[in-house]
């Protein structure tokens, strides 16, 4: 039912779709290139792995797979210098975790637990490091 009504979504509002991704585009983009630059990443295997994972998470699941641990991991190697082998370990560790959530129906309970304020902490306290890091 939920798949189906996704598809409903996709088909009756394709514009808001297209540039919702755009936008997830704008930041990750900038967030990668930084990374690159810092030598945290290589850009061409990074937007390789990124691609072929949210392609069979969307199949898996019949829902494209928001890039926000992506931006996390690379706002967090930004911020705290991580070494590429740092944040290849955190790509996997995020990616099993998030599989595993997901394949067993956890990522539910695990809504439930953690209150959205949480959430919004965490996202707060890596935008402002961002800025700390820019102004330095």
Known sequence: RR???FRME???????EISGMAGDLGTLLPLLLACAD????RPAAALLWMGVFNVVSSI???LPMPVQPMKTIAAAAIVEGL?????QAAGVFAGAATWFLGATGLIDALHRLVPNSVVSGVQLGLGLSMV?????
């Open 3 to 5: 798949a189906h009504q």
């Open 10 to 16: 996709i088909g009756t509002r394709p514009l808001l």
């Open 38 to 41: 810092a030598g945290a990443v």
């Open 60 to 62: 898996a699941w019949d």
């Open 83 to 87: 070494s590429a082998g740092e944040v």
């Open 132 to 136: 700390r890091k820019a102004v330095e």
